[in-house]
């Protein structure tokens, strides 16, 4: 796969409530043994996600909100593209969980271009060993290894058929398109190295995508001519 310039997010707010307002954790569902908690906002959802889980790797905070905005938010704004949010049993729980997220974020989760004039962008990501919260989000066990695939709604849905017809994965969960952000993908799931085939497969797909939108299609039955390319 000839993949272009990775995107890597930006942060746009950290912010820790060390002793949350009982009322306001009752609103949020809180763990009645959570005191604290830590939020983060960013400009890629779907590398914050695989961040969060991370975040469950390296901390005993758990995930209690994670969402993305219609079309993100303006640039005046802290609020990104997407938030999340930690509670934790204290203060340090909350630190050790945004400390992970932060590097993750800033080392590993990132989209990809697939096209030289930096417009079009994919998730192609792997993770080895799911955390606790992305084994809530697709009802893998911990420790299973899933492919995290993301793209614009058509290529998605193509590349994803793609994806699964070149690896030895098995389909969890599809988002159909649109979603929040007007994207589509989902998650595989297989061996580590079936998941690195399907996200090789699934970025191999949008990149040839890309560069050729048309298909040939014989339409002679329909209109009486006996061949439309389009290009």
């Not at 009752?26 to 914050?48: D, F, K, R, V």
């Not at 417009?119 to 192609?124: A, E, G, R, V, Y």
Request: proline residues 5%.
């Amino acid at each position: 796969m000839s993949v272009f310039e990775p995107i890597k997010p930006k942060i746009t707010s950290v912010r820790k409530i060390p002793y949350i307002n009982q009322f306001l954790a009752h609103e949020l569902e809180i763990n009645t043994n959570h005191i604290s908690a830590g939020l983060i906002t960013t400009t890629q959802q779907h590398s914050l996600i695989v961040s969060l889980d991370e975040a469950t790797k390296e901390s005993d905070a758990e995930v209690i909100f994670r969402n993305g905005y219609y079309a993100g938010i303006s640039p005046s704004s802290v609020s990104g593209e997407a938030m999340g949010i930690f509670s934790g049993e204290n203060p340090t729980v909350i630190d050790n969980a945004l400390k992970a997220t932060i590097h993750y974020l800033e080392e590993k989760a990132f989209y990809y271009y697939a096209d030289e004039n930096n417009k079009i962008k994919f998730f192609p990501h792997v993770i080895g060993s799911i955390g606790r919260f992305l084994s809530r989000e697709t009802g893998l066990e911990e420790g299973e290894s899933i492919a995290y695939l993301i793209a614009p709604p058509i290529e998605a849905v193509i590349a994803f058929d793609y994806a699964l017809k070149n690896s030895d994965t098995k389909l969890v969960k599809f988002f159909k398109p649109p979603t929040i952000t007007n994207m589509a993908g989902g998650y595989l799931t297989g061996s580590l190295s079936d998941c690195q085939a399907a996200a090789e497969a699934f970025g191999e797909k949008i990149i040839e995508m890309v560069k050729n939108p048309f298909e040939r299609i014989d339409w002679g039955f329909v209109y009486g001519y006996s061949e439309i390319i389009r290009k």
